[in-house]
């Protein structure tokens, strides 16, 4: 695994799904930052998705894992920013594609849909890929930087 800090966050509906996340990766060696939420009272998906932009944005992290209950709202938070390019991933062909060809730098999952195992994998697959730069660099500078 990398040593880069990695940052995970989640709102209510992504907890159990986050924290084993996030124990995997410490298991795993990996530089940790839990941005929260920690606890089961509802909150709202956004805040996280922003604090996790701001963590990459302050260099307090290199990459994340966002998880709420679809995986779509949290997702779509992160993407506001530019310095995020976070990819709503339900198996390992799209984790290994989102980094190959996007360099996305954050991973989301739907926590009332994708299963333990598969978050698993697809995690795994999402760090160990490294971005394959050539023709997708200039696409993923369109996406920081439209003209």
Not at 94 to 122: E, K
Not at 127 to 144: A, M, N, P
Request: glycine share 12%; proline share 4%; aromatic share 6%.
């Amino acid at each position: 695994m990398p040593t880069k800090t990695i940052a995970v966050a989640c709102d209510h509906a992504g907890l159990e799904l986050k924290s084993l996340l996030f124990s995997f990766l410490r298991e795993q060696g990996c530089e940790t930052l839990d941005l929260g939420t920690n606890g089961p009272e509802s909150v709202d998906y956004p805040d996280f998705g922003y604090a996790m932009a701001a963590a990459i944005r302050d260099g307090r992290a290199d990459t994340g894992v966002l998880v709420c209950g679809s995986g779509i709202g949290i997702s779509i938070a992160a993407n506001r920013h530019p310095e995020v390019r976070a990819a709503l991933i339900h198996d390992a062909y799209g984790a290994r594609m989102c980094r190959l060809h996007n360099d996305a730098n954050v991973i989301c999952f739907g926590g009332r849909i994708t299963g333990p195992d598969v978050a698993l994998d697809c995690l795994r697959v999402f760090l160990e890929t490294e971005f394959e730069g050539g023709r997708h660099g200039l696409r993923v500078e369109k996406l920081t930087n439209p003209s």
